[in-house]
């Protein structure tokens, strides 16, 4: 079974790379900036976390799933993530420049934490003509705990700790946000996951609290390694800045690029695919 990642992040490719998964790696050449400011420009509003991070893993994905890879139709299942880290109801994206990174991180330890939000979409394009459409395998539909769960509304989690049942929904009554808009509403340390034809689209995230006693020196120290330029939220979980982060509330996967415990759930309860089903034996 072979999994695209609409995505050229290290980052991502080493999650699964390290449980077994040796995805084929796709640019999805989406222009995130412009497909946020048109999505806020229809909504009259800017984007709340949740929102934004599953539109662009739908975009990502979908940009990858029906685009020829290396000359032939992609075959197997596409997976588009995005990250956004929250600081006091301000969305913190890229800094790029060492001085927005000081910035963040000086915001950052005034709060004492934030949520990263982390957005995932699966889309199946399988080739085989007896691939099952999405939420068709029998196993997925006698399974009690999923399909006939207690619907927890828009954006509605498990329990704590846990990954919540998938729900069925028609994107086209998302407005502009398609299927990212029925998991939107998710509090700060809660998930979503919500199935719409041959897509499964999910947001986890992750509250984490910082080191209360971060100097000055230590900023400047971790902003010159150029560790925090290209990564959401300025710092990386897996890197350098592991040392200053002391409590993560949240699968730590997700604070690194993309849920494992979310993804295996959207291929099993989405499709009736195993997670050992992908492992590269």
Same mark, same amino acid.
């Given at each position: 079974?072979?999994?695209?990642?609409?995505?050229?992040?290290?980052?991502? $490719?080493?999650?699964?790379?390290?449980?077994?998964?040796?995805?084929?790696?796709?640019?999805?050449?989406v222009?995130?900036?412009?497909?946020?400011?048109?999505?806020a420009?229809?909504?009259?509003?800017?984007?709340?976390?949740?929102?934004?991070?599953?539109?662009?893993?739908?975009?990502?994905?979908?940009?990858?799933?029906?685009?020829?890879?290396?000359?032939?139709?992609?075959?197997?299942?596409?997976?588009?993530?995005?990250?956004?880290?929250?600081?006091?109801?301000?969305?913190?994206?890229?800094?790029?420049?060492?001085?927005?990174?000081?910035?963040? @991180?000086?915001q950052?330890?005034?709060?004492? %934490?934030?949520?990263? @939000?982390?957005?995932?979409?699966?889309?199946?394009?399988?080739?085989?003509?007896?691939?099952?459409? #999405?939420?068709?395998?029998?196993?997925?539909?006698?399974?009690?705990? =999923?399909?006939?769960?207690?619907?927890?509304?828009?954006?509605?989690? %498990?329990?704590?700790g846990?990954?919540?049942?998938?729900?069925?929904?028609?994107?086209? %009554?998302?407005?502009?946000?398609?299927?990212?808009?029925?998991?939107?509403?998710?509090?700060?340390?809660?998930?979503?996951? =919500? #199935?719409?034809? !041959?897509?499964?689209v999910?947001?986890?995230?992750?509250?984490?609290?910082?080191?209360?006693?971060?100097?000055p020196?230590?900023? !400047?120290?971790? =902003?010159?390694?150029?560790?925090?330029?290209?990564?959401? %939220?300025?710092?990386?979980?897996?890197? $350098?800045?592991?040392?200053?982060?002391t409590?993560?509330?949240?699968?730590?996967?997700?604070?690194?690029?993309?849920?494992?415990?979310?993804?295996?759930?959207?291929?099993?309860?989405?499709?009736?695919?195993?997670?050992?089903?992908l492992?590269?034996l």
């Amino acid at each position: 079974m072979r999994l695209y990642l609409a995505s050229t992040s290290p980052a991502r $490719r080493a999650l699964l790379a390290q449980t077994g998964i040796e995805p084929v790696l796709v640019a999805p050449g989406v222009d995130e900036d412009a497909a946020v400011a048109a999505a806020a420009t229809s909504l009259g509003r800017d984007l709340t976390g949740p929102e934004l991070v599953a539109m662009l893993a739908v975009a990502k994905a979908s940009a990858v799933a029906d685009a020829p890879v290396d000359g032939s139709p992609v075959d197997g299942f596409v997976f588009g993530g995005d990250s956004a880290f929250e600081v006091d109801g301000v969305l913190y994206g890229k800094p790029h420049d060492p001085e927005v990174a000081r910035d963040r @991180w000086r915001q950052m330890l005034a709060a004492g %934490g934030g949520t990263l @939000w982390s957005g995932h979409c699966v889309v199946d394009r399988r080739r085989a003509a007896d691939a099952p459409d #999405a939420l068709d395998a029998p196993d997925v539909l006698d399974a009690p705990d =999923v399909l006939d769960a207690p619907d927890p509304g828009p954006g509605g989690a %498990g329990r704590a700790g846990t990954v919540p049942p998938v729900r069925t929904v028609d994107a086209s %009554g998302g407005g502009p946000l398609g299927a990212a808009a029925f998991v939107a509403g998710v509090a700060p340390g809660g998930s979503a996951m =919500v #199935a719409d034809g !041959d897509q499964v689209v999910a947001v986890d995230s992750a509250v984490l609290t910082f080191a209360d006693d971060m100097s000055p020196a230590e900023i !400047d120290a971790y =902003v010159a390694t150029g560790e925090p330029l290209e990564v959401a %939220g300025a710092f990386t979980i897996d890197g $350098r800045a592991a040392a200053y982060i002391t409590r993560i509330d949240g699968a730590p996967s997700a604070v690194v690029g993309l849920s494992l415990p979310v993804l295996r759930a959207m291929l099993l309860r989405g499709f009736g695919i195993a997670w050992h089903d992908l492992w590269a034996l």
